[in-house]
Every structure is written in structure tokens, then in C-alpha cells.
């Protein structure tokens, strides 16, 4: 899985992944969210629209760090999600639990 | 913006097919809660998006988790959930998975999605240029093959040096849960398995070689090592070195002479390929 970090000064910074995200991935995602969390950031996008599968360990480390964003009063939008990820959301009832948006309503 | 691949999902998702599934998916699962649900995910939307009629299989091992309850709450109209009682090997949950499977091309996949669904493009190229089953295959040329352990990775070539030269299946790589066979095959292949556990692919290519000269394409793929196996590998070696001697043994004694279990379909299900 590749992951690049965009805006990282800005309040919101966002974590750009692609590839498959499972258990091999965790390590280098949670580095990556606690270094901009330590940072001053409360808020995370995380851009999931290249990553072709997520696993459970995947979803997770997601689900960890949007409770350290809102534990700090913020919030982590999952960005785009591509339709396999999207589906695997749907299907263990994380959609509910997320705030997911379209790449356009991000950029609006 | 709804990307295209949804809209064929949700179809397959709500719908139940009112014709012949052209492709069948069989998933075998013992205590797979953990990662059923997004391999179901991805090859949903993957097979979907194929644009033919295609139904889903799992094949529950006498799951003691809650494999099952999850699958059943899943609603989706084109996936069947076969109940076991107890757990009785790989090879009978793949067995109960293809005499449930009504596609024209079957195929099998690991429930960790280690091997991922985007390959079968590549297996059905090797069954729609006439070959009767197609197989995954870590080892051969052009294979890609992440995060395997070495030592695994050399467990895995002593265990296929056996199978090649002693064993006479002359395949670089005869257990990668990724194979896909024609209906025709598949009724074949089950009817005479014997094997019931791990090493049941074995006993299917020797009866595919040896047996009843069915044509196997070994197709390389893209391979990722999935953490949280449920696999023990030292006894699934003991189990595979004593089960290779044993298929050797049932040959010897005449018991792939006939089926071993009855093909549950009536025979025009299988006829209708032939045209």
C-alpha cells in the first residue's frame, strides 16, 4: 500500500492510500494519523478511492483513529471510497458509523 | 457521484436471478467472522461488474464463531449459506459448494481473499480456450507473491519437489486455494474426491492428471500472504505427506473406479455445456 500525507500543517490533513489496505498496512497508517494528530491536527480526511480491498485490521485502525480525532473534539472523513471499499462498509455496517464523503464535496 | 461498478452490485445484491447463474463463486469458511464479510465485499463487486449472471456460495465448515449469523444477516439475494453441523475439512466444504453451484464455470476462492478476485479474468481465459480446470499457481512464472515468509516459501517447494516427482501431479503449485473448473470438471472431480481435508486439491489434480485426463492450465497470480490464517502449517504437512500416500493407495485399490458421492443435480444441468 502506498500512503502519502497532503496539507500536513493545515487542520484538516489528509492521508491518501492506495493499494490494499489489511494487517501488513496498520503499522505505517497508525504511524502516519499519530504524527499528524501529535501534530495539532484534531481532523483527518483519509482518501480511500484507490484502495482496492480493506480487511478487517483495515477497518480497525480506521475505527481507532476516528475515535482519537473526535476524543480531541474532531472528526475522520473517509474520503471517495472506492466501490469495493464502499460495499465493504455497507456490509459490516461501518457506513453508519463513518462520515463519508465525495472527493467534489470535499473541494466545495 | 455513483461510480459504475454499484449499480451492478446493488442489482445482484437485491435481486434474485430468474435465470441459470453463468458463474458460480463457492467460499469454504470454518470461524471466518473476522474476514468474511469484506472478502464478500470485494468479490461481490468485482463479479457484479462482470456483466453476467453469477451466484455466490459459502460453504460453512461447522463454523463455531458467528460465521453464519453474519452471512445470514447479510441479506444479499444471490448468496447461498450452506450450513454444516461440524466441522468436516476444506474438502468437504468445497465439495457441499460445488454440488450446490449451478453456474456454467465454478470456482473457489479462500475466504481471506489472498488471492484476489480480479485473477479470475485470468483463469476463465484459460477455460474459455478449452481447458477443463484452471488453477492459481504461486510458483509459476510471472506469479507475484507478497509477504510469504521464507521459511514458508521453502516448506512449500520441499512439499511440490514430493508432489512432482513422486507423486506424479506435475504442477509447480497445487494448493493455492484459487481454482476454477467447467461444471463438467467440477462434477467429475467431486464425485470421486475422497480427501475431506486440507490437502484435497492434491487428490483433484491427481484424479484430474490421472484419472480422467481433464486438460489443467497452472495460471500465475497475484498472491498475498493474509495474516490470521486458521491454518496450522506443520500439521496440514503431516496431514498432506500422509494423504498423498493415501490417494496413491485408493488409486491402487480401485476406489476412484467409481463416484464416491452422487453429483445432487439432474444431469441436463451439466448437458447443457456440452453446446
Redesign the interface.
Given at each position: 500500500m502506498r500512503l502519502v500525507t497532503e496539507a500536513p500543517t493545515t487542520e484538516q490533513p489528509a492521508l491518501v492510500l492506495d493499494g490494499?489496505f489489511?494487517?501488513?498496512e496498520t503499522e505505517k497508517f497508525r504511524a502516519a494519523c499519530d504524527e499528524l494528530l501529535a501534530h495539532g491536527a484534531n481532523s483527518l480526511s483519509v482518501d480511500l478511492s484507490d484502495v482496492?480491498?480493506?480487511?478487517?485490521?483495515g477497518?480497525a485502525e480506521l475505527v481507532r483513529a476516528m475515535k482519537h480525532c473526535r476524543q480531541s473534539g474532531g472528526e475522520l472523513v473517509i474520503v471517495s471510497p472506492?466501490?469495493?471499499?464502499?460495499?465493504?462498509f455497507?456490509?459490516?455496517r461501518l457506513d453508519a458509523a463513518f462520515t463519508i464523503q465525495?472527493a467534489?464535496v470535499q473541494a466545495s | 457521484?455513483i461510480?459504475s461498478?454499484?449499480p451492478a452490485?446493488r442489482a445482484w445484491a437485491d435481486t434474485p436471478l430468474t435465470e441459470r447463474p453463468k458463474y458460480s463463486v463457492v467460499i469454504p469458511a470454518y470461524n471466518e467472522s473476522?474476514?468474511i464479510?469484506?472478502t464478500?465485499?470485494?468479490i461481490?463487486?468485482?463479479m457484479s461488474?462482470l456483466g453476467e449472471p453469477w451466484e455466490l456460495i459459502v460453504a460453512d465448515d461447522g463454523s463455531t464463531d458467528e460465521t453464519v449469523e453474519l452471512l445470514q444477516g447479510?441479506g444479499l439475494a444471490n448468496l447461498k449459506v450452506l450450513v454444516a453441523q461440524q466441522n468436516g475439512g476444506k474438502g468437504s466444504a468445497v465439495r457441499r459448494g460445488m454440488f450446490a453451484a449451478e453456474g456454467d464455470v465454478l470456482l473457489f476462492a479462500d475466504a481471506d481473499?489472498s488471492t484476489?478476485i480480479?485473477q479470475f479474468a485470468d483463469l476463465l481465459s484459460a477455460i474459455e480456450s478449452g481447458h477443463d480446470v484452471a488453477i492459481g499457481s504461486r510458483a509459476a512464472e510471472g506469479a507475484e507473491v507478497t509477504?510469504k515468509s521464507l521459511v514458508r516459501k521453502i516448506f512449500s517447494k520441499g512439499l511440490n519437489l514430493l508432489v512432482r516427482y513422486g507423486f506424479g501431479v506435475p504442477f509447480a503449485d497445487t494448493q493455492c486455494g484459487f481454482k476454477m473448473f467447467t461444471a463438467e470438471a467440477a462434477e467429475m472431480l467431486f464425485t470421486h474426491q475422497i480427501v475431506d481435508q486440507f490437502s484435497f486439491d492434491l487428490e483433484i489434480l491427481y484424479l484430474a492428471q490421472n484419472r480422467f485426463d481433464l486438460t489443467v492450465a497452472e495460471v500465475p497470480v497475484e498472491w498475498?500472504d493474509?495474516?490470521?490464517s486458521t491454518v496450522d502449517a506443520t500439521k496440514v504437512a503431516v496431514e498432506f505427506l500422509r494423504d498423498m500416500a493415501h490417494i496413491k493407495w485408493n488409486d491402487l485399490r480401485g476406489r476412484y473406479a467409481s463416484a464416491n458421492h452422487e453429483w445432487p443435480k439432474p444431469a441436463s444441468s451439466t448437458a447443457a455445456l456440452a453446446s
Open positions: 490494499r489489511d494487517a501488513f482496492i480491498f480493506i480487511d478487517s485490521s477497518l472506492s466501490d469495493p471499499v464502499r460495499v465493504i455497507e456490509l459490516t465525495d467534489s | 457521484m461510480s461498478d454499484l452490485y473476522e474476514r464479510l469484506p464478500i465485499g470485494a461481490a463487486v468485482h461488474s447479510l481473499q484476489p480480479e509477504n498475498i493474509a495474516p490470521g
